[in-house]
């Protein structure tokens, strides 16, 4: 079906991104880029830089500052409000 083949496409995405980047990330936040992916796709994930480069270095608070501080924020506020509880786990 269409919905499940655009899942199977983020996922795909996704994973693009993880190995370009070369990501070491928690499921959580592997979570957050495929869903991401869904929304926006890999081109529009591939333009918030900074956030990918927090994510890399691990650096969670960044990537979350990053989030709150997109577009995306303005445009799906509830939807960052979720990406941002899946990272907040990593910042403890």
Do not use: H, W
Request: some cysteine.
């Amino acid at each position: 079906s269409a919905p499940e083949q655009a899942v199977v496409k983020a996922e795909y995405e996704a994973r693009k991104i993880y190995d370009k980047e070369g990501l070491r990330i928690p499921k959580n936040a592997q979570l957050v880029l495929s869903e991401m992916c869904y929304q926006m796709g890999g081109k529009g994930v591939r333009g918030f830089k900074e956030f990918l480069a927090a994510l890399k270095q691990g650096d969670y608070k960044t990537a979350i500052n990053e989030l709150r501080a997109s577009k995306l924020n303005e445009q799906t506020e509830s939807r960052v409000d979720y990406y941002v509880s899946l990272l907040d786990d990593n910042t403890n």
